[in-house]
C-alpha cells in the first residue's frame, strides 16, 4: 500500500515559468512532509519541509503548500531554472515516528 | 568534513553470495538508515538505527542484516544476494533522533546476477 503517492513520473517545464509537483498520501497520521531533490549519480538532499500546523513554508523559490483536508501538499519553485532539473520526492512521517515514508519521485526537466 | 560516505559505488554479486555495504558519518549524527531505489518505487527503508547498539527493521528488512557498534558505522550485509536485491543503495544520517534532515550518501549501484 503506497502512502504517499506522487502520480505523475515525469514534468517538463519552460526557464523562467511555474513548476508545481504534487504529492498525495493516504495515511492521517502523517504530520511532517518533505522534499527531496535527487541529481544522477548522487544521493538525495533535503529541500524543504513543513509541518502540519502550517499550510505554507517558503525559502527563496520554493514554496510548499499542505492541503490537510485533501491530503495533498505540492511543491512550488518560481522561477524554475536549468539546475532545477532533477528527481524529486515527497517524504512523510507521524509525530516522533523514525521512519520516513517516500513517493515514487516526479523526474523534472527544465527547457531552455 | 566528509559527510555520509559509503562503499563501494559498484557491485556485481552472485546469487547466493554475501557482501557487506559499507556506510560512515562523520557527523556524530545518532540516527543511521539504508534506503534502496527502485525505478517507480521510490525511496524504501530497509533497517534504521537511533543510536549505537540500537536497530529496527523498516519497510523492507526481509535478507538484510544491520548493525550499528559505534556512532559512525551503519553497514547493511545481505546474507544470499537473490537478483530481487539488484538495486541503488542509499545510507542516510540525522543530526536529530528522527529522519528529518537527512543526509544522504552517494549511492552502492549493486546488481546480482
Known amino acids: ?10 514534468l517538463s517545464v519552460q526557464e523562467g515559468r511555474i513548476s508545481i509537483l ?11 512532509f518533505l ?19 502550517k499550510d505554507k513554508n517558503e525559502d527563496g523559490r520554493f514554496t510548499v503548500f499542505l492541503n490537510k483536508s485533501a491530503k495533498h501538499l505540492s511543491l ?5 531554472q536549468p539546475g532545477d532539473s532533477a528527481v524529486y520526492f515527497c517524504a512523510a512521517r507521524s509525530g516522533g515516528a523514525q521512519k520516513l515514508v517516500f513517493g515514487q519521485g516526479t523526474r523534472l526537466t527544465i527547457n531552455p | 568534513n566528509a559527510g ?9 554479486l552472485k546469487t547466493g553470495q554475501s557482501m557487506t555495504l559499507q556506510c560512515a558519518q562523520d557527523m556524530n549524527h545518532e540516527y543511521m538508515s539504508w534506503y534502496r531505489q527502485d525505478p517507480g518505487m521510490g525511496l524504501r527503508l530497509i533497517h534504521y538505527s537511533v543510536g549505537a547498539g540500537i536497530t ?14 559505534t ?26 533522533g528522527v529522519p528529518d534532515t537527512q543526509y544522504f550518501g552517494p549511492g552502492t549501484r549493486l ?3
Open chain 2, 4 to 12: 555520509v560516505t559509503q562503499t563501494p559505488k559498484f557491485q556485481v
Open chain 1, 76 to 80: 512550488h519553485i518560481v522561477p524554475s
Open chain 1, 22 to 32: 504534487n504529492c498525495d498520501y493516504t495515511n492521517s497520521m502523517f504530520d511532517y
Open chain 2, 56 to 69: 529496527d527493521q523498516g519497510e523492507v528488512p526481509n535478507g538484510y542484516n544491520v548493525s550499528r557498534s
Open chain 1, 1 to 10: 500500500d503506497q502512502q504517499v503517492k506522487q502520480n505523475s513520473p515525469s
Open chain 2, 71 to 96: 556512532t559512525e558505522d551503519f553497514p547493511l550485509r545481505l546474507l544470499s544476494a537473490a537478483p530481487s536485491q539488484t538495486s541503488v543503495y542509499f545510507c542516510a544520517s540525522s543530526y536529530s
Open chain 1, 35 to 53: 522534499w527531496y531533490k535527487k541529481y544522477p549519480a548522487e544521493g538525495p538532499t533535503f529541500l524543504i519541509s513543513i509541518s502540519s500546523i
Open chain 2, 111 to 113: 546488481t546480482v546476477l
